[in-house]
């Protein structure tokens, strides 16, 4: 198998590849009716957002989706028209500033590399400039896909791959950051969210994929320890099975007939389009008591549960609660304990300054 086909095959803990049965995954998603999104949806008009990494898959779901709730969102990416960033993908960040003005948001596309600070740095000074605000701040960098070798151990698999995945996926969001964190605080309350892959600490097939996926998730951690005073929240999210324009690709089926796919792998039976994380997004910018939820790591899944939101076709795929009703256990999620433990237990640097920072 080659490493893309293993790539998509093997993408995440999120629907972990190695369930095959048929009967479990073939059952349609359950959908809750008491709640519509358009019912819940409080307006973020007003409201500016940058979703870094927005060419393609999740990024280009959550930039649309926050359009749909009427933001204006700025659009990052390394691929524009004629100039592809990535191998032969034909997705770039004009199409998803059109598509964000077209569900009702202001999209505004910016070609940026997240891994230079000079370019991040003048992507929030245009910002301030036009703007003269920033409310959300989106961390889906990735430009790992050709770099991840699932199945080579960490003394096979390539060090110069892995240094470079580290600096895409890992580098690039803490420079963002840097640069994004002065305007959020001076807007006022804010959101910052990094995307990751699982919801636990459990291993994900590769070390720098897992070193990547595990560390923005203590990213989000960390700067929300560091923000707790200024009223920033910053947390992790991850989508379930990514119904991507890659994945699609992959099992040789489009988003109208994408159930096609589930002869070749049941588990696709339970995928999510790309806007299903992004109205987690929206959601929780929607949320007045969303600052409760900083330092936490969320999925797409649960908080369609909680908030009523539904995937584009009104589909709500938790994946998990049919897993559990299969196998009668399921990987552990960092739940109320693992919080317990971050949070309620002093650290090293509380005590020894409690002011600090």
Not at 94 to 114: F, L, P, S
Not at 158 to 172: H, I, N, P
Not at 288 to 307: I, T
Request: proline share 4%.
């Amino acid at each position: 198998m080659s490493t893309t086909r293993s790539i998509l095959a093997l993408r995440s803990l999120r629907v972990l590849a190695f369930l095959r049965e048929p009967k479990l995954f073939l059952a349609k998603a359950k959908i809750r009716k008491d709640r519509k999104w358009e019912e819940f949806m409080k307006p973020l008009e007003g409201k500016v957002a940058v979703v870094a990494g927005a060419t393609r898959g999740a990024g280009r779901g959550i930039a649309c989706a926050l359009g749909e709730a009427g933001a204006t969102v700025y659009c990052t990416g390394r691929s524009i028209r004629g100039k592809p960033a990535t191998g032969n993908r034909p997705e770039t960040i004009e199409e998803t500033a059109e598509m964000v003005t077209a569900r009702g948001g202001v999209g505004i596309y910016a070609q940026v590399d997240h891994t230079s600070a000079d370019q991040v740095n003048a992507l929030f000074e245009r910002v301030k400039s036009e703007q003269k605000r920033l409310d959300i701040l989106v961390n889906d960098v990735w430009g790992g896909d050709e770099l991840t070798e699932f199945g080579k151990t960490f003394w096979q698999v390539s060090l110069e791959k892995g240094r470079l995945m580290l600096e895409r996926a890992v580098f690039s969001h803490i420079v963002t950051s840097h640069y994004a964190a002065p305007l959020l605080i001076e807007s006022g309350p804010g959101l910052i969210v990094e995307i990751t892959d699982g919801d636990s600490f459990s291993y994900r097939g590769n070390i720098f994929y897992d070193l990547v996926k595990t560390s923005v998730i203590r990213l989000a951690f960390a700067m929300a320890r560091e923000l707790r005073k200024r009223k920033i929240t910053s947390l992790a999210l991850t989508p379930g099975f990514l119904r991507s324009e890659a994945m699609l690709e992959h099992f040789g089926v489009t988003e109208q007939n994408w159930e096609d796919g589930v002869k070749k792998d049941p588990n696709f039976a339970w995928s999510e389009t790309p806007l299903f994380v992004g109205r987690a997004v929206a959601a929780l910018a929607s949320d007045p008591n969303v600052f409760d939820k900083s330092g936490r790591v969320f999925s797409s899944w649960n908080l369609a549960l909680e908030y009523g939101f539904t995937d584009v076709d009104g589909r709500r795929p938790v994946f998990f609660e049919e897993f559990e009703k299969k196998y009668k256990k399921r990987p552990r999620t960092c739940d109320e304990t693992f919080y317990d433990y971050w949070f309620d237990s002093p650290d090293m640097i509380e005590i020894m300054f409690p002011d600090w920072p």
